[in-house]
């Protein structure tokens, strides 16, 4: 895990936010701060990585916290459910007819793993492609 310190402007770069055996284990979720952010990384089921804010935008739970179900994670708070985008998939608590969660989007960054390494795209820019890395 790495705890890069806000800087002004991010680099144009993938940045190095975790190793993969970090996610090692049952439970691949750990927390990341880079670059300003608190964020929540995980792998899910179908192996894809997401990298999403770290506080639920409902009532601010810890999604570190959260359940790792359903290709998501689940907040430990109410059950408001995102995917590896970011995108709000389920309120459990609206009527069964809401559409509300379409509207409900945590943010999210570019994540890719390169070798042992996860990388991930904080600039504004659209990311470079891997082979674009420079050491
Ligand atoms: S705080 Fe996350 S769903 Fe309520």
Redesign the pocket.
Known sequence: MTDTPPTDAPPEAWVRIAATSDLAGKRPVIPVTAHGHKLVLFRDEEGQLGLIGRY??????D?CF?RHENNGIR??????HFDRTGQCTE?P?EPEDSTMYKAIRQPSFPVTQRGEEILAWFAATAPATLEEVTE
């Open positions: 639920c935008p409902h009532r601010g739970a999604l959260g907040c430990p708070f109410h059950g408001w309120q608590a």
